[in-house]
């Protein structure tokens, strides 16, 4: 069980704004890793723009599943993780991010 990326999103706007990211690309080649970052990336973005406020989707890629997940306050997260960790703990600990991530960071203090 891997997680890849993490993603929180302010999706005030039709397009989601990346406020905070985290990603490991330690397992792919070192002339990979920065394809693969924009890779994340993109894929983050594309999944938490089609994701209305309110829902959760999950995809899968290869050995790869994108969990997203956008609350009703328009803050949404994406978890890009392999194809081995469970889809329950997944949006829990999504859930459990943006939870830290708005106690820390109030909506006035979001820049985008």
């Known amino acids: 069980m891997k997680i890849i990326s993490l993603s929180i999103w302010n999706k005030e706007s039709e397009k ?22 924009e890779f994340l990336k993109f894929t983050s973005q594309f999944l938490v723009d089609r994701t209305a406020p309110g829902e959760r989707k999950s995809c899968t890629e290869k050995e790869y599943v994108c969990h997203t ?6 803050i949404g997260g994406v978890l890009i993780c392999d194809d081995e960790y469970p889809q329950r ?13 708005t106690k820390r960071h109030p909506k006035s203090s979001w820049r985008g």
Do not use: N
């Not at 997940?69 to 328009?74: A, G």
């Open 89 to 101: 703990v997944a949006y829990s600990f999504i859930l459990k991010s943006l939870e830290d991530f």
């Open 16 to 37: 989601g704004i990346e406020l905070m990211s985290i990603r490991d690309v330690s397992g792919f080649g070192y002339f990979e890793r920065s394809t693969v970052t």
């Open 69 to 74: 997940l956008v609350k009703s306050d328009k």
